[in-house]
């Protein structure tokens, strides 16, 4: 009897002491994200992959084609959809948010709790863009374009995991 006693309270013990460090594992593998995602933001070479639309008129489009947004030092490259309303666009449609262009006036703050607010400007042949970007210190991210020939329009994505895996 005092046997299974001695046994049910070793057992108990080392259940407790496995469940603190798997807590302080999942701690740690946190602030590794939160850095990896921190260094990838600071470089400016980080990517995007964008699940979400949230269109000016109309319903959230949910997304299940590989969309992103990439930045890479001193240019940007979207592959992005587009859904609303036109102004004024080439003949056949044009090729909205799908294109390659260098950045102007990108401009990044950090606020207290982490987040980066990055604000960048990129022109193509048909329209040009003010990009608003929100980068969560868990990777999650909202993106808000304006255009001059288009409506505005919003996303959310998570930045790629490829990119962080190199640096956990």
């Known amino acids: 009897m ?3 006693k001695r046994t049910i ?21 946190k602030e590794q994200r939160e850095q990896a995602v921190k260094e990838q933001i600071v470089s400016e ?3 995007i992959s964008v699940s ?7 319903k959230t489009v949910y997304l299940s084609s590989p969309y992103s947004l990439e930045i890479r030092n001193d240019s940007v490259i979207s ?10 666009i080439p003949y056949g449609g044009g090729d909205g ?3 390659k262009a260098p950045l102007d006036k990108y401009e990044m703050k950090m606020n207290k709790k982490g987040a980066a607010k990055i ?7 048909e329209d040009r863009f003010k990009f608003s970007l929100t980068i969560y210190p868990n990777g999650s991210t909202s993106i808000n374009v304006n255009m001059q020939n288009r409506e505005s329009i919003s996303f ?5 995991e490829k990119e962080l895996q190199g640096k956990l």
């Open 2 to 4: 005092k046997t299974n």
């Open 9 to 29: 309270i070793l057992m108990l013990l080392l259940i407790i002491g496995l469940s603190g460090v798997s807590a302080q594992s999942k701690k740690e593998q």
């Open 45 to 47: 070479k980080y990517k």
């Open 52 to 58: 979400t639309a949230y269109p000016r008129r109309g």
């Open 79 to 88: 592959y992005l959809p587009f859904y609303g309303r036109a102004y004024s």
């Open 97 to 99: 948010l799908i294109f």
């Open 119 to 125: 604000e960048f400007i990129a022109r193509s042949p």
């Open 156 to 160: 959310s994505g998570e930045m790629e």
